[in-house]
């Protein structure tokens, strides 16, 4: 009886500090991401990448704060992250291809919509994005001239 006490306080004392999981901290920061405070999404994300950098949708979201607050190149590392995690997330596609597009990547931007495409046929906002995107593009390359 004293034995396992003894060995259970030690567990206790050599046991890593748990604090929220991954799949917690993943759900706070889309929370915060919804409600627009993206300095918390940012934080959670991050903290939920750290722990766990295989969780494609923690990759995700963290990507997608990022974004909000203009780490741009970093978002679009976190995004390809979560692509490569899992390629047949239309989503995924769909928000790295906006990301490029805010940035003016149009080129890059196209064939990662039209695979959004590909996927999620239904997708109205990137069939949307991708003829802006066309559009956009068509545009930049006409003022180069």
Known sequence: MILSFTIAA?????APQQGPSTR??????LEHYRTKDYAAAVNASSQAVQRDAGDA???HIYGLSLAAVGR???AEQHLNQAITLKPTV????YDLGFVLYQQKKYEASVPVLK???ELDGENLMA???LGRTYVSAHRSLAGQL
């Open 10 to 14: 030690v567990l206790l004392v050599l």
């Open 57 to 59: 949708a923690c990759q």
């Open 72 to 74: 741009y190149s970093e």
């Open 115 to 117: 695979r959004a495409v």
């Open 127 to 129: 069939r949307f994005l």
């Open 24 to 29: 917690s901290l993943c759900d706070q920061a």
């Open 90 to 93: 239309a989503n995924y596609h």
